[in-house]
Nanobody, 122 residues
Framework: QLQASGGGLVQAGGSLRLSCVAS????????MGWFRQVPGKEREFVAA????????SYADSVKGRFTVSRDNAKNTGYLQMSRLNPEDTAVYYC?????????????????WGQGTLVTVSS
C-alpha cells in the first residue's frame, strides 16, 4: 500500500514536497513513479526513479523544476516541486512497479497511492 501526502495550496513560484510512504512491502526493490491528473484528462507521467536511485526520468514540462528522490531505508519516495505554476495544479499520484528500472506509462505500474491534491494559485 502506498500513501501519498504533502499536497496543498501554494502560490505560483512556490514549492512543495510530496512524500510517498510504502507499507506492507519493501519499497527498495521497486521502481517508483509520480503521475498527475486533472479532471477530464488522462493521468500523465511526471517523474520516475529506479530502485537504486541511479536512473531518473522527468516529463519535459517539469524538468529543471521538480526533483524525484527516494530513501529506501525509510520506505519513502519524494517529489520536490519548485517554481510551481498554475498548470501544475492536479492530483498527484505515486506508484510503484516490480521492475527495477524507470517507466513512464501508467500501465507499467501495479501499485498506486490514493493521490494528493496540489493547487497552485496565480
Amino acid at each position: 500500500q502506498l500513501q501519498a501526502s504533502g499536497g496543498g495550496l501554494v502560490q505560483a513560484g512556490g514549492s512543495l514536497r510530496l512524500s510517498c510512504v510504502a507499507s506492507g512491502r519493501t519499497l527498495g526493490r521497486y521502481a517508483m513513479g509520480w503521475f498527475r491528473q486533472v479532471p477530464g484528462k488522462e493521468r500523465e507521467f511526471v517523474a520516475a526513479i529506479s530502485w537504486s536511485g541511479r536512473s531518473i526520468s522527468y516529463a519535459d514540462s517539469v524538468k529543471g523544476r521538480f526533483t524525484v528522490s527516494r530513501d529506501n531505508a525509510k520506505n519513502t519516495g519524494y517529489l520536490q516541486m519548485s517554481r510551481l505554476n498554475p498548470e501544475d495544479t492536479a492530483v498527484y499520484y505515486c506508484a510503484a512497479r516490480s521492475g527495477l528500472s524507470t517507466a513512464t506509462m501508467t500501465a507499467e505500474y501495479g501499485y498506486w497511492g490514493q493521490g494528493t491534491l496540489v493547487t497552485v494559485s496565480s
